[in-house]
């Protein structure tokens, strides 16, 4: 069963890339607020479904299997929204900040760099370690420091060969595609400040627990959910009663055959729906993963950015150059390796 759990999270959490990638429009500037909202809506409904469960069945859940209890059980008070507010707003920022990166650079491109941040997280607890944040100290096996030299390896080398591709040549290479992409450092600077933020959210994580001042992985879940409900309201507020525009739609400005601008609404797109229930699932089982025994599912998880890439080949039509992919096979096989460096370590391997 844990084994079909971490193959709905890798799947699920892939889909989120590409949906919520599909859902996005160029030249819509409030895209990441439409994304956001979804997934704070839908997180919600799930936060609502957990609670009303643990209330009418709570006796009975508190005593299942930890997998089970992921789905619909929660130990949430509400002092825990403030305990965890911190932690999960950087997280979620960070999402905000990554879904404005898919208007500006492939999705194949943007998903290795963001799975990345728990290379840097690790790196960050390990140097926290060191002065004495943390009673028990992480250290770097052989196995994490070639996984972390590779993820930098093809950061930096993804970012190299962004900058030196020429206009003509992004645009060649991607004809065809819906998105018309040109060389830009800030395209590359997106994931970039999605890892680290995503990487801070991590060590605040282990922070809390370190201190007591958050021990309950099912508390922490609902609490996240919670406040990505804030972040959906304010997408909602901002966009309809700030920007004056409609959620549900977007305006879009093009030319018309004769040169002229022309704006005209748009309907959003489902598939910002799709992206949000995959980013929601992802997460739920997740947790089912995380709270079983089954350790060989953190770095079958881990690879969700792998099938994201194939998924972006197949249905995005992204055509990346060789160097491009001698990059992103350099960063998926360190995520990856991460994730069994964690494993070999539960199993004393390590």
Same mark, same amino acid.
């Given at each position: 069963?844990?084994?079909?759990?971490a193959?709905?999270a890798?799947?699920?959490?892939?889909?989120?890339?590409?949906?919520?990638?599909?859902?996005?429009e160029q030249?819509?500037?409030?895209?990441?607020?439409?994304? &956001?909202?979804?997934v704070?809506a839908?997180?919600?409904?799930?936060?609502?479904?957990?609670?009303?469960?643990?209330?009418l069945?709570?006796?009975?859940?508190?005593?299942?299997?930890?997998?089970?209890?992921?789905?619909?059980?929660?130990?949430?008070?509400?002092?825990?929204?403030?305990?965890?507010?911190?932690?999960?707003?950087v997280?979620?920022l960070?999402?905000?900040?990554?879904?404005?990166?898919?208007?500006y650079?492939?999705?194949?491109?943007?998903?290795?760099?963001? /799975?990345?941040s728990?290379?840097?997280?690790?790196?960050?607890?390990v140097l926290?370690?060191?002065f004495?944040?943390?009673s028990?100290?992480?250290?770097?096996?052989f196995?994490?420091?070639?996984?972390?030299?590779?993820?930098?390896f093809?950061?930096?080398?993804l970012g190299?060969?962004?900058?030196?591709e020429?206009?003509?040549?992004?645009?060649?290479?991607?004809?065809?595609?819906?998105?018309?992409?040109?060389?830009?450092?800030?395209?590359?600077?997106?994931?970039?400040?999605?890892?680290?933020?995503?990487? &801070?959210?991590?060590?605040g994580?282990?922070i809390?627990?370190?201190?007591a001042?958050?021990?309950s992985?099912?508390a922490?879940?609902?609490?996240?959910?919670?406040?990505?409900?804030?972040?959906?309201?304010?997408?909602?507020?901002?966009?309809?009663?700030?920007?004056?525009? /409609?959620?549900?739609?977007?305006?879009?400005?093009?030319?018309?055959? /004769?040169?002229?601008?022309?704006?005209?609404?748009v309907?959003?797109?489902?598939?910002?729906?799709?992206g949000?229930?995959?980013?929601?699932?992802?997460q739920?089982?997740?947790?089912?993963?995380?709270?079983s025994?089954?350790?060989?599912?953190?770095?079958?998880?881990?690879?969700?950015c792998?099938?994201?890439?194939?998924?972006?080949?197949?249905?995005?039509?992204?055509?990346l150059?060789f160097?491009?992919?001698?990059?992103?096979?350099?960063?998926i096989?360190?995520?990856?390796?991460?994730?069994?460096?964690?494993?070999f370590?539960?199993?004393?391997?390590?």
């Amino acid at each position: 069963m844990e084994f079909l759990y971490a193959l709905i999270a890798l799947v699920s959490w892939s889909g989120s890339d590409l949906f919520s990638k599909m859902g996005t429009e160029q030249k819509d500037k409030f895209s990441h607020w439409r994304v &956001i909202f979804w997934v704070g809506a839908i997180m919600g409904a799930h936060a609502l479904i957990s609670i009303v469960c643990t209330l009418l069945f709570g006796d009975v859940l508190v005593d299942a299997p930890d997998f089970v209890k992921s789905l619909i059980y929660t130990d949430f008070v509400a002092m825990d929204f403030l305990k965890y507010l911190p932690v999960a707003f950087v997280y979620l920022l960070a999402m905000v900040i990554g879904y404005v990166g898919l208007r500006y650079i492939e999705l194949s491109i943007s998903s290795p760099i963001c /799975n990345a941040s728990g290379s840097l997280a690790l790196v960050l607890i390990v140097l926290l370690g060191l002065f004495g944040v943390f009673s028990e100290p992480t250290s770097l096996n052989f196995v994490d420091i070639i996984a972390v030299a590779l993820i930098t390896f093809g950061i930096i080398w993804l970012g190299v060969v962004e900058y030196r591709e020429s206009d003509e040549v992004k645009m060649i290479r991607t004809q065809g595609d819906k998105f018309k992409y040109t060389k830009s450092f800030i395209a590359i600077l997106i994931p970039i400040i999605y890892l680290f933020l995503d990487a &801070i959210a991590t060590v605040g994580d282990e922070i809390l627990y370190e201190f007591a001042i958050f021990e309950s992985d099912y508390a922490a879940n609902t609490a996240f959910e919670l406040v990505s409900v804030c972040f959906a309201i304010f997408a909602f507020a901002w966009v309809k009663l700030v920007k004056k525009d /409609n959620m549900f739609s977007m305006k879009i400005t093009e030319q018309d055959e /004769n040169g002229n601008a022309v704006t005209k609404n748009v309907p959003f797109s489902k598939y910002l729906v799709l992206g949000g229930a995959c980013e929601t699932v992802g997460q739920i089982f997740y947790m089912a993963v995380m709270a079983s025994t089954f350790i060989a599912g953190i770095p079958m998880i881990s690879a969700y950015c792998v099938l994201s890439v194939v998924w972006s080949r197949i249905f995005l039509k992204e055509k990346l150059s060789f160097l491009h992919y001698i990059a992103i096979i350099a960063t998926i096989v360190g995520i990856v390796g991460l994730g069994f460096s964690e494993m070999f370590v539960e199993m004393g391997v390590l």
